[in-house]
């Protein structure tokens, strides 16, 4: 879920990008899309920060041994690879629709842009 932050971010701005007419006019997107390429990394280090402020108290205080306060879980590879996979399939689809949604409204901008042209010459 913290992966997705950036990619949450380039979703919003292929989807945002059409109120400007080029990518090039909408200077205040790119910076808002450059902004936001560190979230992930910041989400990551806060909730690992937290995770070790919450349980170092137990252990440092000799109530709680350092080896009884690791989490238990022995699966740990299968279910980040499971969620990886999750998030790189759901980034993928929502690139792709955005793309072909993007591609599509050019196109027919290029075509309302013949169908002046055609007019203007006649």
């Known amino acids: 879920m913290v992966a997705s932050a950036p990619s949450d971010c380039t979703g919003a701005g292929v989807l945002v990008g059409p109120l400007a007419t080029t990518f090039s006019e909408a200077r205040w997107l790119l910076r808002a899309l450059a902004l936001c390429a560190p979230l992930g990394f910041i989400a990551l280090e806060a909730g690992w920060f937290l995770t070790e402020l919450g349980r170092?108290?137990?252990?440092?205080?000799?109530?709680?041994?350092?080896?009884?306060?690791?989490?238990?879980?022995?699966?740990?590879?299968?279910s980040f690879i499971l969620f990886t996979a999750l998030y790189f399939g759901l980034q993928s689809h929502?690139?792709?629709?955005?793309?072909?949604?993007?591609?599509?409204r050019s196109y027919q901008l290029s075509g309302a842009e013949r169908d002046a042209e055609v007019v203007r010459g006649s």
Do not use: H, I, K
């Open 56 to 78: 170092q108290p137990w252990t440092v205080y000799g109530l709680m041994r350092t080896s009884n306060a690791v989490t238990p879980v022995a699966d740990v590879p299968s």
């Open 94 to 104: 929502l690139s792709f629709f955005c793309c072909v949604w993007r591609a599509e």
